[in-house]
């Protein structure tokens, strides 16, 4: 079985590749995501870490996550 993280990462990783979200937008907030998904704050923050390491997307303090723009330079 997948972990809840991994399950919530794999549908942001699959809204990035199919186009559905686009760099530079903004993911939804924790608390939309939990309710979206229903899992909990450590699952949401579980998959943004990996996204992060992934340089799938990208934190923006006081602003949110949004999806990074694969050519551009880190």
Do not use: C, H, W
């Not at 799938?56 to 602003?63: F, K, S």
């Amino acid at each position: 079985m997948t972990a809840k993280y991994e399950r919530l990462a794999n549908a942001i990783r699959d809204q990035i590749k199919s186009g559905e979200l686009k760099p530079g937008d903004k993911l939804p907030s924790i608390s939309q995501l939990r309710d979206q998904f229903k899992v909990s704050y450590g699952s949401v923050r579980g998959a943004m870490l990996v996204l992060k390491a992934e340089q799938l997307v990208e934190g923006r303090q006081g602003d949110g996550v949004f999806v990074k723009d694969p050519k551009a330079k880190n």
